[in-house]
């Protein structure tokens, strides 16, 4: 599996593709919103070139690598399910400034590190427990667009849950288990999928759109 390392630069690419994508929604409506999603997406791609690096380059990186899938696996899935419900709702906070995003990125990365430091869980089980809130979150709001549609257009919702359902099910078949969402378990395969569900987040843009309701 090692040999298949330029899968990581793949999911790399798709993620900061993405990213960029999000960024340029930032002259829309919900700013924050969309920087936590981009914050997310950030992660998974530099998580995915240290990958690269670490197995096509020098092994050398294994601890570096493993801190940053650590830190990717405490807070992408979640920072990307909480800047879906955030603009899904129309939270008054956060429109037209990234103020209230720091707040959550830091809010998200301190419980993270308090509960693994604290003890009463795991890194590991904080990994699972957060990307798995993430995921519900995502898949949430997929499903509230499907049922009361507001600005996402078919196949819209169904395209932004197939994403959440994609890395849950590769990381329960992929990979080694649940817990193994960012690919912990190093399977570069699990890395391509991932990166070909995260597409799916393109489907949600139109949520961060300034005023384009759906029956508008």
């Known amino acids: 599996m090692d040999s298949l390392w330029p899968i990581d630069i793949l999911l ?3 993620a900061l593709l993405i990213a960029n994508q999000y960024w340029r929604l930032g002259n829309t409506r919900y700013l ?3 920087l936590l999603v981009m914050a997310g997406l950030l992660l998974i791609a530099v998580c995915a070139l240290v990958g690269a690096y670490r197995y096509g380059i020098d092994p050398g990186v294994t601890q570096l690598h493993r801190a940053l899938l650590q830190l990717s696996g405490f807070s992408s899935l979640l920072l990307i399910g909480i800047g879906l419900v955030w603009a899904r709702f129309g939270i008054g906070l956060g429109q037209g400034t990234r103020g209230p995003a720091y707040a959550v990125l830091v809010l998200v990365l301190a419980s993270s590190i308090g509960i ?3 003890g009463s869980l795991s890194p590991q089980e ?3 427990v957060f ?3 993430g995921l519900l979150l995502w ?4 499903m509230m667009e499907l049922m009361s549609p507001r600005r996402l257009s078919p196949p819209g919702p169904l395209l932004l849950g197939a994403g959440a359902v994609v890395i849950a099910m590769d990381g329960l078949f992929v990979g080694t288990g649940a817990p193994r ?3 912990l ?3 570069n395969w699990f890395h391509l999928l991932l990166g070909l569900s995260l597409f799916s987040l393109l489907a949600a843009r139109p949520l961060f759109e300034r005023d384009k309701c759906l029956h508008e």
């Open 131 to 133: 990307s798995a809130l």
């Open 126 to 128: 904080v990994i699972e």
């Open 32 to 34: 924050s919103a969309a």
């Open 181 to 183: 969402v960012l690919g």
């Open 185 to 187: 378990a190093r399977t």
């Open 12 to 14: 790399s690419l798709a």
């Open 139 to 142: 898949l949430g709001v997929a």
């Open 116 to 118: 693994s430091e604290s």
